[in-house]
Each structure stands twice: as structure tokens, then as C-alpha cells.
């Protein structure tokens, strides 16, 4: 997931292969330091099949959750615009 995430981004090559690198890497995609071009309007991650990575992994997938959508708020800040479409079964019911 992480190396997914990274290729799509242009994360840099230094950075770590762990979810902490990933929301450091992310806050600085929401920065707009890199990862999309600054003619567009703003960026959109589409995570579909999350059910079989929350199978193997719940925690990992409940953090890249709450590290994605901090993300999105925090992009706000610098005036950019992210969005996060994820699969329902990924979704905690307290986060809705």
C-alpha cells in the first residue's frame, strides 16, 4: 500500500516505508510540495477493495484512515483541496 501510494505521489526517494513517513509524506502532498500538479483544482484518492486489507491488517487500515482524512483537513489550511473516497467497509462507525 505504502509503495502505491508513493509511485502515484512522487514521494521522495528518502522517504520510509512505514505510516509514519506515509502521513508525513501525505501532509506534505497536502502542502502541495509534490504529488500533483499546480494547475489542478485538487486531488482525489479513491481506495476501493479495502476489505481485504482491513482482513489482513485492521490496524494498519484503520490508520491509514484516520492519516488520510487528517490529511484532507489539513490541506484546507494551505487552501488545497483533497478528497478521500473510501470504501464503506473500511469506514469505523464512530467516524461517520
Do not use: Q
Not at 73 to 78: P, S, T
Request: proline share 3%.
Amino acid at each position: 500500500m505504502h509503495r502505491a501510494l508513493a509511485l502515484a505521489l512522487s514521494f521522495p526517494d528518502y522517504s520510509g516505508n512505514n505510516l509514519d513517513a506515509l502521513e508525513e509524506c501525505l501532509g506534505e502532498v497536502a502542502e502541495h510540495e509534490y504529488g500533483w500538479d499546480g494547475d489542478e483544482t485538487g486531488l482525489v484518492f479513491a481506495f476501493t477493495s479495502m476489505k481485504p486489507f482491513k482482513k489482513v491488517d485492521k490496524r494498519a487500515a484503520d490508520t491509514l484512515f484516520e492519516i488520510v482524512t487528517d490529511r484532507c483537513r489539513y490541506a484546507v489550511l494551505f487552501g488545497n483541496r483533497l478528497l478521500a473516497l473510501v470504501s464503506p467497509t473500511l469506514v469505523r462507525s464512530n467516524a461517520l
